[in-house]
């Protein structure tokens, strides 16, 4: 790996103020699982790599029933499943935070990073979207909110200005009657890319479908919401033909492509499937809270 | 070359202070500069665990991590699981389970092994394949292992 230097700032304003100096050569590290590899390889090469996980604002898990979730954008994934209250009111995300590689990458693996890196497969951001997430974002010229959906602009590129800091994800707490689910496919059991991700967040009143929201990975250049399905089902009867009529709109909105992982006919004919299994996931846990 | 920088840490319970360039792996640092040549290096790109190590109790890819983001924490390697002459149970069970071949991927193995009992003494065959998932070995089919595993916890459990 080519020399740097390595920064480990204590406090936001220290961070933005290292980014903001040294603009494109910096980036920040929270895990790491993504960013080594990338450096290891060639592909990135910041001369400053700022490690942000001494940032109290970056690293903490804080629900309040009535304000909902902040959760740090460097949190591990291994604070997250093990967290009871986060596994009570977001099942989805937990999921997708338990899915990211082994037990060694949780270990250090972040949300943040997942979404930072920009990949259209990272596996929490479609949970993300499903949940309404808003992305906290800190830099030289003050705060801004960014909505999950509209975070990554382009393969490996997100919306992050040179000096800017993602903060935290700023989620919504669930209401009553509602749930969140997370599934993937991959040819394996552990340990492998999604190749299509779907993420679903519902509310029921009864049989009737009161909210809902539907994300996906790894079907398009960027992670989507997809409105369409799921303003379909909001205000309808939630059943079996609705759930149907979603995963069509889901499949029209999806513009995969054909790579090692799967055709584009198959990652087509895999939205149809898990958007169908993953409302059946929420609405089954929704049905309990 | 770049300026080293003081880390301090503690490595299997003894407080270590070392200079690294900030460039190097921890991998790289235990290997290099500190000749703790029992965690292995594989893939560098997390996906085989021979290089797994603990971080304040928790299995990480040594490859994964910057020495100096060691700063602070509390490791634990390979070197550290016997008590001088005396195997741990993991060690002593892998031996005689047959558990190792050409044992590159046994020092990750014990180490994920270790973190998963400090957790779960008494864990369920399918909590020890889950728990050792990030470990790759190209020898042993991992029945061996498993057992092995599932041996020492009964043993001290
Ligand atoms: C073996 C292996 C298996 C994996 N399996 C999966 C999987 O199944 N599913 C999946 O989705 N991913 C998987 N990944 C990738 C996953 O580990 C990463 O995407 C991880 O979530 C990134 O988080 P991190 O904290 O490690 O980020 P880092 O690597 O530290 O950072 C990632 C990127 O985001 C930038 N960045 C980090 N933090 C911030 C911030 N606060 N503000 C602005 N920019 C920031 C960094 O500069 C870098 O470019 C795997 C990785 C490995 C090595
Ligand atoms: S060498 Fe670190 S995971 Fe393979
Ligand atoms: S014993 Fe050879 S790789 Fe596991």
């Known amino acids: ?289 | 070359m770049a300026k080293r920088t003081l880390v301090e840490t503690v490595i299997n319970n003894e407080p270590v202070e070392l200079l690294c360039e900030p460039r190097q792996s921890l991998l790289e640092v235990l290997r290099d500069e500190l000749h703790m040549t029992g965690t292995k290096e594989g893939c560098l790109t997390g996906d085989c665990g021979a290089c797994t190590i603990l971080v304040d109790g928790r299995p990480v890819c040594s490859c994964l991590m910057l020495g100096v983001e060691a700063q602070g924490h509390k490791l634990e390697t390979i070197e550290g699981l016997a008590t001088g002459a005396e195997l741990h149970p993991l060690q002593r069970k892998f031996l005689e389970h047959a558990s190792l071949q050409c044992g590159i991927c046994t020092p990750g193995f014990l180490m994920s092994a270790k973190a998963l009992l400090d957790k779960i003494p008494r864990p369920t065959e399918a909590e020890v394949r889950y728990h050792l998932a990030g470990n790759l070995c190209r020898c042993t089919g991992y029945d061996k292992i498993v057992r092995a595993v599932l041996d020492a916890a009964r043993e001290s459990g």
């Open chain 1, 1 to 289: 790996m080519h020399e740097i230097h390595y920064e480990a700032p204590t406090s936001l304003e220290q961070a933005v103020g290292i980014l903001a100096k040294h603009g494109d050569s910096a980036r920040p590290i929270c895990g790491g699982t993504d960013l080594l590899i990338q450096m290891r390889a060639g592909v990135r090469r910041p001369h400053y790599v700022v490690d942000v996980k001494h940032i109290a604002a970056l690293t903490g898990i804080a629900f309040d029933p009535k304000s909902g979730l902040r959760l740090g954008a460097a949190a591990p994934c291994i604070e997250i499943f093990e967290n009871a209250t986060l596994r009570r009111h977001y099942p989805g995300l937990v999921e997708a935070a338990h899915l990211i590689g082994s037990l060694q990458i949780q270990s250090r693996a972040s949300v943040g990073g997942n979404l930072c890196n920009g990949s259209p497969a990272a596996d929490t951001t479609p949970a993300l979207i499903a949940l309404g997430a808003v992305a906290r974002l800190v830099g030289p010229k003050g705060e801004r909110q960014v909505k999950v959906e509209e975070f990554v602009v382009s393969p490996g590129r997100t919306v992050i200005q040179p000096g800017e800091l993602l903060v935290e994800l700023l989620i919504p707490p669930p209401p009553p009657h509602s749930a969140d689910a997370y599934i993937r496919f991959i040819p394996r059991n552990e340990m492998d890319i999604a190749v299509v991700g779907i993420g679903a967040a519902i509310t029921l009143e009864g049989d009737r479908c009161t909210a809902a929201r539907i994300g996906m990975g790894a079907v398009a250049p960027t992670p989507l919401f997809a409105a369409k399905a799921s303003q379909a089902l909001v205000g309808k009867k939630f059943d079996a033909v609705a759930i149907e009529n979603a995963a069509q709109l889901a499949i029209e909105q999806a513009s995969p492509i054909d790579d090692m992982r799967g055709t584009a006919e198959f990652r087509r004919h895999l939205v149809g499937v898990l958007t169908r299994r993953t409302l059946e996931r929420a609405a089954e846990r929704a049905r309990r809270n």
